[in-house]
């Protein structure tokens, strides 16, 4: 039985709280939350819980793993502690705004041999374990661009800009979807309610294989929108997670590329457009946060890397690093190091 204590209870936390209160596997010990008030709704709640005001106490409590799930500015502090307490963690996404910090964490956990995991809950989505494996068997093809939104009025947020806090789930969809990772970024987008924070944005991120991904991600839009469209040179397939019954759509739909070129090297004219079926599948509603603690459990037990590693963390986060840089330079392409390049400089343990 590993006993687990949960840091931030605002929106997220009490979902952590609630998952780890269920699991057969884990006993949700502690509890702790600068507010007072939010922790008397978990004792009312959960009255076996401990409650605290102050991480050191839950540190210093009867936990063996420690989820983190306050503001991002907050995890890697955080974090330090638990890993310096031998706590294993698992932080909320976005690890941190700085891939040197994600590589500190990683390094630690290996120096003390503790798990590190991060919140990449979309990672343990039914959908997108049902998109991986519909893009990596060659059912669509070679895909050609991948084009997300992840739209509604808010949730704004003081302490972190709409890429930090929208983007990571988008961009780590796209990175299990094609197992691969960009080579270039750029992002523009603007500010209209806090100078100091961008509320609207648009990320491109080009793969080696030539893919295109764009990701649109906004705290100003009239309506909540959670789609990513995969366009393949077989089939086409649409995800939309705001749907509760029909979350992907198939399009066998195409053009049906000539085999012969003509005399400028271009693929006869006019194109041979395929219209075929369109295949809803069946897709599990199991709750992708609850698939994420049993696993972040199961990790501990087992002493394996988590599927959305310290390694995970750090892809998300140097590639934001670079959206931000471009951001702010007018929507400039920046080149990427590959994740497994900058942990190997960094003498982190990989695998
Ligand atoms: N995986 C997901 O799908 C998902 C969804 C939403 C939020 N998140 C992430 O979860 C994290 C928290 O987001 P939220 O929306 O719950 O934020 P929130 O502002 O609603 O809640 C944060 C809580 O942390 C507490 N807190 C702040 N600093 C603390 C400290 N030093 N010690 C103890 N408590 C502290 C605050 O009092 C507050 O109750 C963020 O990293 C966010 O990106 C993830």
Not at 11 to 24: A, D, I, Q, T
Not at 48 to 54: C, G, K, Q, R, S
Request: a negative charge; aromatic letters at 6%.
């Amino acid at each position: 039985m590993v006993n687990v204590g949960v840091i931030g209870c605002g929106y997220w936390g009490p979902k952590h709280v609630r998952n780890f209160h269920e699991l057969e596997e884990a006993q949700l010990t502690m509890v702790c939350d600068l507010d007072e008030d939010r922790l008397e709704r978990v004792k009312t709640q959960y009255p076996y819980v401990e409650t605290a005001l102050n991480p050191k106490d839950l540190l210093r409590g009867n936990v063996d793993a420690v989820v983190i799930a306050t503001p991002v500015g907050t995890h890697y502090q955080l974090a330090k502690k638990a890993l310096l307490h031998d706590k294993h963690v698992l932080i909320e996404k976005p690890v941190s705004t700085s891939s040197r910090e994600v590589l500190d964490l990683i390094e630690l956990a290996d120096k003390r041999n503790l798990i590190v995991m991060v919140g990449h809950t979309y990672e343990y989505h039914p959908a997108v374990d049902f998109l991986r494996e519909l893009v990596q068997s060659g059912e669509l093809g070679d895909i050609y661009n991948i084009d997300a939104s992840r739209l509604n009025l808010g949730l704004f947020r003081p302490d972190a800009n709409v890429l930090w806090d929208l983007a990571p789930h988008d961009i780590c969809i796209v990175l299990s979807l094609l197992d691969d990772e960009p080579i270039e970024v750029s992002a523009r987008g603007s500010h209209h309610i806090d100078p100091h924070l961008c509320d609207v944005a648009y990320i491109e991120l080009l793969f080696a294989s030539g893919t295109m991904c764009n990701v649109h991600v906004s705290w100003l839009h009239p309506r909540k929108i959670r789609e990513l469209t995969i366009v393949g040179s077989k089939k086409m397939a649409v995800y939309d997670d705001v749907s509760e019954a029909e979350k992907i759509h198939i399009y066998d739909k195409g053009l049906a590329v000539a085999a012969s070129t003509n005399n400028n090297g271009f693929a006869t004219w006019p194109p041979n457009y395929h219209y075929g079926d369109v295949v809803i599948p069946f897709i599990t509603n199991a709750e992708p946060l609850k698939l994420e603690c049993s696993h972040f459990i199961q990790s501990i037990v087992e002493g394996i890397k988590p599927r959305s590693d310290g390694l995970a963390g750090l892809r998300v986060t140097s590639i934001l690093e670079a959206a931000n840089r471009s951001l702010l330079n007018g929507g400039e392409r920046e080149k990427l190091t590959p994740t497994r390049t900058i942990a190997e400089a960094s003498k982190a343990t990989i695998s």
